[in-house]
């Protein structure tokens, strides 16, 4: 079962039981975060904790220090119950929706925003995968 999920041949993780990869995966998600969080703490950047351990584990993932194979199945699990994550951040704007007219000029604020950095990320993204010597 281990090769289709991407394990490399002869890993000791895809020897593992499930449990036991979800459990390491999620230890390692959440030590990063907690690192995150101390490097901003000690440092006193103006910056979100987990945002900062997220780069360190791209980082240590880039470096090869943390294997992919590593976070699968906790990635997995997490991406599993993403849309309940957003439940309790859809419930508390929608309760705030009645506080006025201003939400109409912060939405139309938010929806030109999302549409400006939609298209130049579709405008760098369509750069970066167009192949050598295509059409410029």
């Given at each position: 079962?281990?090769?289709?999920?991407?394990?490399?041949?002869?890993?000791?993780?895809?020897?593992?039981?499930a449990?036991?990869?979800?459990?390491?995966?999620?230890?390692?998600?959440?030590?990063?975060a907690?690192?995150?969080?101390?490097?901003?703490?000690?440092?006193?950047w103006?910056?979100?904790?987990?945002?900062?351990?997220?780069?360190?584990?791209?980082?240590?993932?880039?470096?090869?220090?943390?294997?992919?194979?590593?976070?699968?199945?906790?990635?997995?699990?997490?991406?599993?119950?993403?849309?309940l994550?957003?439940?309790?951040?859809?419930?508390?704007?929608?309760?705030f929706?009645?506080?006025?007219?201003?939400?109409?000029?912060?939405?139309?604020?938010?929806?030109?925003?999302l549409?400006a950095?939609?298209?130049?990320?579709?405008?760098?993204?369509?750069?970066?995968?167009?192949?050598?010597g295509?059409p410029?």
């Open positions: 079962m281990a090769p289709e999920l991407g394990f490399p041949e002869g890993s000791v993780t895809a020897r593992l039981p449990p036991a990869r979800f459990v390491l995966g999620a230890g390692i998600l959440t030590g990063f907690a690192l995150g969080e101390g490097l901003v703490a000690w440092a006193g103006p910056l979100p904790g987990p945002v900062v351990g997220m780069a360190l584990l791209w980082a240590a993932l880039g470096l090869r220090v943390v294997r992919l194979h590593w976070l699968l199945e906790a990635a997995d699990g997490l991406l599993g119950v993403l849309g994550l957003f439940v309790p951040a859809t419930v508390g704007v929608i309760q929706l009645s506080a006025g007219a201003a939400w109409g000029a912060w939405l139309l604020v938010l929806v030109a925003g549409l950095g939609a298209g130049v990320a579709g405008v760098v993204a369509a750069r970066l995968v167009r192949p050598e295509g410029g």
